[in-house]
C-alpha cells in the first residue's frame, strides 16, 4: 500500500498564497508521477498540475503563472505553491501518486490523499 499525507491548506484572501505539501510513503518501488486535483462540491475532480520522476510538468490553464508544482524525488514529496490565489481556487485539493509499489509481486499503483480545504475569500 502507498499512502499519501497531505498538508497546508487553509483560509486566505485574494491576492494571498499557500504552500500545500504531499509526502508518500509505503512499498514504493517507483514513483512515476505525482500531481494535485481539486473538486468542487457537484463538480468533477480536476487537473491542477502534475510532475513526473524527471521534472516534467503539467499545469491547467487556469493556474498556470500563478502555481508552482516541485518535487523532492528522495522524499517521495511534491508540493504546490500557490500565489495570487483568487476565490475560483476555493475548492477541497487532492495528492494523486502513481507508479509501481514493491511487494512479492511488483504492482502499479493509483493513490490518493484525503484532501485538504483551500478556501479564498475576504
Known amino acids: 500500500q502507498v499512502q499519501l499525507v497531505e498538508s497546508g491548506g487553509g483560509l486566505v484572501q485574494p491576492g494571498g498564497s499557500l504552500r500545500l505539501s504531499c509526502a508518500a510513503s509505503?512499498?514504493?518501488?517507483?514513483?512515476?508521477?505525482m500531481g494535485w486535483y481539486r473538486q468542487v462540491p457537484g463538480k468533477q475532480r480536476e487537473l491542477v498540475a502534475t510532475i513526473s520522476n524527471s521534472g516534467d510538468t503539467n499545469y491547467a490553464d487556469s493556474v498556470k503563472g500563478r502555481f508552482t508544482i516541485s518535487s523532492d524525488n528522495a522524499k517521495n514529496t511534491v508540493y504546490l505553491q500557490m500565489n495570487s490565489l483568487k476565490p475560483e481556487d476555493t475548492a477541497v485539493y487532492y495528492c494523486?501518486?502513481?507508479?509501481?509499489?514493491?511487494?512479492?509481486?511488483?504492482?502499479?499503483?493509483?493513490?490518493w490523499g484525503q484532501g485538504t480545504q483551500v478556501s479564498v475569500s475576504s
Open positions: 509505503g512499498s514504493i518501488f517507483r514513483m512515476n508521477v
Open positions: 494523486n501518486a502513481r507508479g509501481r509499489r514493491a511487494g512479492i509481486v511488483i504492482a502499479d499503483f493509483n493513490s
